[in-house]
């Protein structure tokens, strides 16, 4: 069953909001902050291309996703890397909240009946790192760092797409 229209719309906004932000990170930022939000989008793309449209996929096509996830992910972990030689503390904390955020959507994804089985323990930690994530939405802004507050709150709201893409998918199962 295909996602509704209104979610279409949303998630394509999404998209569009996350480019411009990649356009401000190449004028503004700095190199680390570039290379961080382009794996991202990468890693993102590549997850709803898993999510929306799995079972349509060939091996060749899950392979070539699979690479493109470990290109990206490497240039998340080189970034995170970098922000801590760099002393970004903000971002760095900011990386690894991301890392294990995606850590237990995978978890999600693959083994959905373990989770199932530890739903109330899997929500705990999922809202756990949210509300740590957005402390960190509230931290930047707090500094004025407004690019980085609104990077940091452009993600939670395409993180809140891909969670609706999960349930969205369990419910068409």
């Known amino acids: 069953m295909p996602a509704p229209l209104w979610f279409r719309a949303f998630k394509r906004a999404i998209y569009a909001l996350l480019a411009l932000n990649l356009a401000l990170y190449a004028l503004f930022g700095s190199a680390n902050e570039l290379l961080d939000s382009a794996a991202w989008i990468v890693l993102l793309v590549l997850f709803e291309i898993e999510t929306a449209h799995g079972e349509r996929l060939t091996p060749r096509g899950r392979l070539g996703i699979h690479l493109a996830r470990f290109a990206a992910s490497a240039g998340v972990l080189a970034a995170a890397v970098g922000y801590v030689l760099e002393r970004e503390w903000l971002d760095a904390a900011n990386t690894w909240l991301w890392l294990a955020v995606v850590a237990?959507?995978?978890?999600?994804?693959?083994?959905?009946?373990?989770?199932?089985?530890?739903?109330?323990?899997?929500?705990?930690?999922?809202?756990?790192?949210?509300?740590?994530?957005?402390?960190?939405?509230?931290?930047?802004?707090?500094?004025?760092?407004?690019?980085?507050?609104?990077?940091?709150?452009?993600?939670?709201?395409?993180?809140?797409?891909?969670?609706?893409?999960?349930?969205?998918?369990?419910?068409?199962?």
């Open 104 to 173: 237990l959507l995978e978890i999600e994804v693959r083994f959905p009946l373990a989770v199932e089985r530890r739903r109330r323990l899997f929500w705990a930690g999922t809202g756990t790192l949210y509300a740590a994530l957005g402390a960190l939405v509230l931290a930047w802004a707090w500094r004025g760092d407004w690019l980085d507050a609104w990077d940091a709150a452009l993600w939670l709201t395409a993180f809140f797409a891909i969670e609706l893409n999960v349930l969205h998918r369990k419910k068409s199962l």
